[in-house]
Every structure is written in C-alpha cells, then in structure tokens.
C-alpha cells in the first residue's frame, strides 16, 4: 500500500460508518427492517466466515444456530427476562452445540462434512417444528418484545435498527481483533494445510471445535437480534434454506476476507428489494446473477477487487523496476 | 404382519425413484466431482416440461419423450456447458454454490412461468391393487419398482458389460490414464450428463403422479437422494441403489412405527452415523486423502 492509501481507508471507514448512523434517519418503516435485516444477516455471515473462510470447514448448519439464538432469545425475553441475559444465553447455547458440531469436522472433511452439517440442520428444524411445550411448534411465539437500554425504549423501528447497528460493530471489533490475534492465524493454517499446521504443533483439534463453536456463537447472537426484530418467530425462516443463503452470502461476498460477509449479506438482502420492481422475477434474477458471479470469479465480489489491486501492485512495481533500470543505463 | 408388508413395497418403490436420482448424482460426482445441489430441482422440472407439452395439445407419450428430450439438453448438455465447465477448475465449493443458486433459479422460473399451484400429473402405469400373496398392493408402487430396477438394469448393463461403459469407468475412475489409452474422456463426461438427465426426467416422470407437480418439490427429493448416495457410498453406483431402497423403507417404517413428526429425522441420524462410522457409505471405497 502506498502511504495515503491508509488514510484514505480510515475517511472511507468513517463516511460509511457515519451515513449508516444518518441516512437512515428519514427512511421509512420498511427500509428501517431491510437495512436491520442486512445488519444482523451480516453478524451470522459473519460468524460462517470464520467457520468457513478463516478456518476452511464447511458448514450448512448456521441458519440452524441462528434459529437456536432466536428461540431463547424469544422465550427468555417473553418470560420476562432483558435481551442482554437472553443474548448472553443465546451465546453460551449455540457455543456449547457448535463445539459438539465440531467432533464430526474432526473425523470427515469437504462434502461429507457439509451433509452431517446439513442433516443437523434439518433435525434443529424438527426440534423447532415439534416441541411445542417450548417453542410454541408451528404457531410459533409472538408478542416478543424489544429491549429498554437506560430507560430508552426501543419499540421503534429506528431505535432498534441502531441496536442492531451497534451489535454488528461490537462483533465486527471482535472479529477484526480475532482474526488478527494468533487464533486467527491458526485458523487460517488450519485452512490452508491441516496436516502442516499439526506438524507445527497447532492443536488442531482444538481449533478445529473452536472454528465451530466461535462460528455458531456468531449465528446465535443474530438469532437473539433477529427474534426481538421481527418479534414474531416460528420455524419456518430457520430451514436449511437459510443456511443455505448464508453460505451464498458468505461465498458471493468472499469467503475469507474481513468485508465479505458485509457486501454479501448486503446482495442477499437488498438485492431482492431492488429487483423488487421485476415483480416476479427477483429471485430468478438473483440466482442467475449468482451464477454468473461465481464463474467470473469464484472468489466473490472481493476476489475480484483482490486481484484488481494484485495486478496493479505489479504493475506499479514493474513500472518502478523499468524506471530503475533506465536510471542504470543512463548512469552508465 | 399385512401392514409391514405393504410398508416394504412401498418403501422400496420410493426407495427405487431415490436410486434413480442418485445413482445420477454419483455419476456427476465420480466423473466431474460436480455436487449438484439442484438434483431435485432437476426431477422437478421434467414433469412440468412435459405438463407444458401436453397444454400445447400434444398426446401423453408425444409429451413424454419431448421431455425426456428437453431435460437431456437442458440438465444435460446446457447444465454441463453453461454451468460445469466453466466452474469445473474453480474446485468443489464455488460449484455446489453455483447450483444452489441454479436450485433456487429453477425453482423460481417453474412458479414464475407455469403455476404456485400442485397440478395433477397423469400416471403411465394403471391405478388400483392386485392381490400378492393375499395382500392388496397397488399397482402404481409395482410399475414404479418394475420401471426403476429396469432401469438400473440397464444402467449396470451398460457400465459393466459394454465397451463404452467401461470407457466411461476408466474416465471416471482416472481420466489422465484414460486419456493415454485413447479414450475419449470429455464424451464420456458428456455422456454422464445426459445419463444423468435422463434418470432425472425418468424419476420425474414415475414420481410425480403421486406427489402431484408442485414447484418445491424437489427440496425433500433432493435431500433424500443426497441421503441415499452418500449412505451407499459416494463413489459407487451399486452403493446409491442400495441406499436409496434402504432409505426409502427406513423412511416409510419410520412413519409407521417412530412418529410421524419424527420421520425425517431417522434417515438423517441414519446418515450422521453412516458418515462418522463408515465415512466411504456402505458399499464404497476409500478415496485416497490428499496431502
């Protein structure tokens, strides 16, 4: 990077963190939701990221954690509990079942990992769907409320929305920190060479059920914003469908990089509404954009970039090698 | 006892349209390490190709065999150029996303062009029951049985006692020796797409009389056909036959005698143990880690 580069980042960082506080301010009802919706789709992607990105396990079970996340948050919060302590619980759930979702990963890889991760989220949808004593089956539980922090209501669409806001910055410092930190760095041998990473004695195991569980816990903080969000929850948005989209969200994006989950939560959730004007054919629309993405660039959107900026550090670099050496020569 | 026999028969009728589909899926697998997440998709849409047929006033077997025909080239031959190839250096993952996004593409054009709605789809084989062995079995599980065994009959004919099908073992099993000795791989991968299609619009065409045409049919089917190869084996095609018949019967059994909120939880407990105990399936081999 250049020296300016780094500033310029820093303005970019802040003008889009400071339109995120301000633009929506005069959005309506619906928009609030939508951009809410990006906010916490991008906390869940984010979590896979890790799982899939950083640590390279594939996992279609992570709409199944948030769907954990949601069911305590909305029958802590139902029974008279605050959010944070359903949200702390939440956490703590999907910890511990992601840890245990783990022990697979560190028998099978690739596709046989992606199907136990698969048929687990079809037996969390079951849980969902036929324990009704606790999670109200297909009727589902309403009336869930939103918190007060400080006294502050945040029955409103635009406070809420800032909750949601404020939670994805909290785990995006965390993320940011984590991936920076040695387990990230663990992680990413893990990814990159399981067997090289043993042999420079990383705990593979360990890291392996860490990838998972940290992963999960991400899922599960999501589903604690998701519940008060829509305040009306039942088995349905929990499927494999929604993990299968968040493995979209995460791949499209760029699995891997810090930002990709934000930019494919981003397509994921805004994408439909602004197709929304072809009627019908959104979601078409959609996949066949996906498509076409992937096979321009099977790294998502920030692969592209990638490997914009790759070519134009060699370019720069080859140019100031050409410089160089019109300097010898003219020395000589 | 009569209930456990009815059970079975239509346990493994099921179970035989689940081969079919996944016997077409390990084929993608073992020559083009293709998943396809759109494999029930992919059943999915023949039926309504051939809905579209008869609206247009052809007769019924006129509809059949243009749809078989339409799916051979779009599953097949578009599926493979369009979709496979370009993606095919890219490596396992960026794909299996690829086709989930297909998935939802297929999905959403059926329901967009043609109807949300279940339509009827008319059965090849008569309604009714005959008497076998003082049980009343219906006549519409044993054509499907008939259909589906004669059609893995074949297949296995042709993969194991023909020229071109032992071409087609070779290319899958190690395409650079296939190479040396003079065969022609990329036909032969051509020709697992089209086989593959064609298994599809069969199953379509077995199966939708008795689940009706519906637009989200394809998730469960897709999901028990996953079930069933990778229970069988991933890399085998007996090992999809017999996991499909096992999963069909566990499946109908289960309903009967486990819970009916439960029954789709079985062949995925099924599967999770299958995977951790027996990685390979039932009847597969080890493939080879990597380093």
Known sequence: ?332 | MSNLFDLLVAGLATGAIYALVAVGFTLLWQTSQTINFAQGEFVMLPAFLMLAAMHAGAPFWLAIILGILLSMILLGLAFKMLLVDPMMRHGVLPLAIATMALAIGIKEAVKQFFSAEASPFPSIVPTGDISILGHAVSLQSIGVLVVAILAVLGLTTLLNRTSLGHQMQAAAQNPTVARIIGVPVERMILLTFLINAFLVALASLLITPIYLAKFSSGEVLGQAAFIAAIVGGFNQVRGAIAGGLLIGVLDNLAAAYVSTQYRAAVPMIFLIAVILFRPQGLLGRAEERTV
């Open chain 1, 1 to 332: 990077m250049s020296g300016f580069a780094r500033p310029l980042k820093i303005a970019l960082g802040l003008a889009v963190i400071a339109a995120l506080i301000v633009v929506p301010m005069n959005f309506n009802r619906y928009g609030l939701f939508i951009l809410s919706q990006w906010a916490v789709m991008s906390i869940a992607a984010m979590g896979l990221n890790l799982t899939l990105g950083y640590a390279g396990q594939v996992s279609l079970a992570q709409g199944a954690f948030v769907g954990i996340g949601a069911y305590a948050a909305a029958i802590m919060t139902t029974h008279g509990w605050p959010l944070p302590a359903a949200m702390l619980v939440a956490i703590a759930l999907s910890f511990a079942v992601g840890w245990v979702l783990g022990y697979p990963a560190l028998r099978v890889q690739h596709h046989y990992l992606a199907f136990v991760t698969l048929a687990f989220s079809t037996l969390a949808f079951l849980v969902f769907r036929n324990e009704s004593w606790l999670t109200g089956g297909i009727y589902g539980i309403s009336n869930i409320p939103r918190p007060h922090f400080f006294g502050i209501a945040t029955n409103k669409p635009l406070p809420f929305y800032y909750v949601c806001l404020g939670s994805l910055a909290i785990v995006s410092l965390a993320v940011w920190w984590l991936i920076r930190s040695p387990w990230g760095r663990a992680f990413m041998a893990l990814r990159e060479n399981p067997l090289r990473a043993q042999s420079l004695g990383i705990d593979t195991r360990r890291y392996t059920l860490m990838a998972f569980a940290i992963g999960s816990a991400l899922g599960g903080v999501a589903g604690a914003l998701y519940a008060p969000l829509t305040q009306y929850i039942d088995p349905v948005p929990f499927n494999l469908s929604l993990s299968l989209d968040l493995l979209m969200m995460v791949i499209v994006g760029g699995a891997g990089f810090y930002f990709g989950p934000f930019l494919g939560a981003m397509i994921a959730v805004l994408l439909p509404e602004w197709l929304r004007f072809t009627e019908g054919y959104y979601l078409m629309l959609y996949a066949v954009a996906v498509m076409l993405l992937l096979i321009w660039s099977p790294t998502g959107i920030l692969g592209i970039l990638d490997r914009a900026m790759a070519a134009r550090r060699t370019k720069a670099a080859s140019a100031l090698r050409a410089v160089a050496k019109s300097r010898l020569e003219t020395v000589q």
